[in-house]
């Protein structure tokens, strides 16, 4: 395959006279070292499936592919069709799918295990994590570019501003760790905001669906009202009785409560239904 003859990414752009869009969250990595970085990270090669959502002019789709690894492509642009068309056109590895990201059906893409590797447009950002954490279909691992905000809060630890209802899903299903900072000047047109990509690796004692629910459930009420009690919050769904079923002192807030005990929270939840 002659993927090192393409043209400069600014190129193939200006050539399909294509410019980034903001309603679809279009912040370009024109940049192949970053791409290609972002690629290393998310450690795929040779006999693996990789699924990338918004791949706009193809920079990450190009590292990906350099990988040897399979990769379906998911873009809602339609404009970007002749352009990914022409890349699949060199490279046989390379699946491309015009759609919404938040409607496909992952499973069915991939056939089998696949791995999720992304620069993520910011306004579904969140929205795609949660339904590739707690949806049906569990990936082998992601790697995915965030707001760097987001970034933060997927990570973040207890007793911490940033840390609430989505460190609390991600860490329970996943290891989740801050792999890479990027500066917004990386992207192009730059966003306001800098970037940051995280990489989660699903557990193997992840919650499985009713302990999900629960914990979704129980995050909903604890950090909808973080500045309260926790038996104040949790009233609607067993006050003080719940929390000390779980092991945990009714005077401390939401931000306090690790992950365990937000799971020991679902199960004493789920134990009194
Ligand atoms: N991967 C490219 C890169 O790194 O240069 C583009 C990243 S850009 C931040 C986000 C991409 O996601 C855009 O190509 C955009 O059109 C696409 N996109 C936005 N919303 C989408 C959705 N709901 N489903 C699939 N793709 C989407």
């Excluded at 790697?143 to 840390?163: G, N």
């Excluded at 006050?239 to 005990?261: C, K, S, T």
Aim: hydrophobic share 45%; aromatic share 4%; proline share 8%.
């Amino acid at each position: 395959m002659m993927l090192d003859d393409l043209p400069p990414l600014r190129e193939v752009l200006a050539e399909h006279g294509l410019m980034a869009k903001k309603s679809f969250g279009q912040h370009f990595l024109l940049d192949l070292n970053i791409t290609r970085k972002i690629a290393r990270l998310a450690q795929v090669g040779d006999g693996d499936t990789v699924i990338e959502v918004g791949p706009g002019p193809g920079g990450l789709t190009r590292a990906l592919l350099e990988t040897g690894a399979r990769v379906i492509v998911v873009e809602k642009d339609e404009r970007f069709r002749p352009l990914l068309d022409e890349l699949a056109a060199l490279a046989p590895n390379l699946t491309l799918v015009l759609g919404d990201a938040l409607a496909v059906d992952e499973k069915a893409l991939a056939g089998g295990p696949a791995h999720l590797v992304s620069n993520l447009p910011y306004n579904v950002g969140t929205p795609l994590l949660i339904k590739w954490l707690t949806g049906p279909w569990t990936p082998a691992s992601l790697t995915l570019m965030f707001q760097k905000e987001v970034a933060d809060r997927i990570v973040a630890r207890p007793d911490s501003s940033a840390y609430g209802r989505l460190a609390v899903i991600a860490q329970a299903t996943c290891q989740a760790q801050l792999v890479m900072d990027v500066p917004a000047r990386a992207f192009t047109p730059p966003p306001k905001v800098d970037s940051a990509v995280v990489r989660l690796t699903p557990r193997a004692d992840r919650p499985a669906p009713p302990r999900l629910d629960a914990l979704q459930k129980l995050t909903a009420a604890a950090f909808g009202q973080r500045r309260k009690m926790l038996r104040a919050s949790l009233k609607a769904l067993g006050g003080e009785e719940l929390i000390l079923a779980a092991g945990l002192d009714p005077q401390v807030r939401a931000e306090v409560v690790d992950v365990d005990g937000f799971l020991r929270l679902a199960d004493a939840w789920l134990a009194r239904r």
